[in-house]
């Protein structure tokens, strides 16, 4: 062998070297951008399920404003067990002094289909979700001056681990109850919460909020 053929095996051997490396960081390059990538797709999802379980703790918060202050001989109809109450009007307390109670006008809690998605067992709106729902307070109910402000949307159709079956499915006491359950056992409310989205890699998140709420009147 001269060394002019030592030279070009040199040369293709270095060029077979640097394919070889260039094939590898390829390889590496590939896996570590998947690993990015799906470490930012699992980082987007837990976002998205803390703020919708932010969003159902900050609406059940609200629920129990109202009813922290509502008469509980006025509760229409009466939430009990099984199947409790996804609507439920009531009178506050306008003036909650122990001496001289003022009682307001009604107010409802209501829980009503989204406009874009009427109850028909199909995604209407195509956001991935069925029949979801909106709650919604009413004030001055039955009267002119009635009016609704929307307290959170995306209300699942029933409650997390619930199926329309005429069963306790979750074990909570209550039978079908829906995405919002208000129930009444021995002077205590236990209001129950569950909202539904789909996070960023399209799959469908539940969060459930629930609180008991003791009536000051
Ligand atoms: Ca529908
Ligand atoms: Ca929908
Ligand atoms: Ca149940």
Do not use: K
Not at 37 to 48: D, G, L, R
Not at 94 to 108: F, K, L, T
């Amino acid at each position: 062998m001269n060394r002019a053929d030592s030279r070009d095996r040199m040369r293709g051997f270095t060029f077979f070297e640097m394919m070889a490396v260039l094939v590898i960081l390829m390889i590496v390059g590939g896996i570590g951008y998947q690993a990015i990538q799906m470490t930012s797709m699992a980082s987007a999802a837990t976002v998205f399920q803390t703020d919708l379980d932010q969003r159902a703790h900050r609406a059940v918060t609200r629920i129990v404003r109202e009813l922290q202050d509502a008469r509980l001989e006025s509760l229409m109809p009466e939430p009990s067990a099984p199947f409790g109450a996804s609507t439920l009007s009531y009178v506050c307390a306008e003036v909650p002094d122990d001496e001289q109670i003022v009682w307001g006008e009604y107010r409802r809690l209501e829980l009503v289909p989204s406009d874009t998605d009427p109850l028909d067992g199909i995604d209407n709106d195509r956001d991935g979700l069925t029949d979801e729902h909106v709650l919604r307070l009413v004030h001055d109910v039955g009267l002119i001056t009635e009016r609704a402000t929307v307290i959170v949307r995306n209300v699942a159709a029933r409650l997390e681990g619930e199926a329309a079956n005429a069963l306790d499915d979750n074990g909570n006491g209550l039978v079908d109850e829906a995405g919002l359950s208000i129930s009444v056992q021995e002077g205590v409310l236990y209001v129950r919460l569950s909202l539904q989205g789909r996070d960023p890699q399209g799959r469908v998140a539940t969060r459930t909020a629930e609180t008991p709420v003791w009536p000051r009147n």
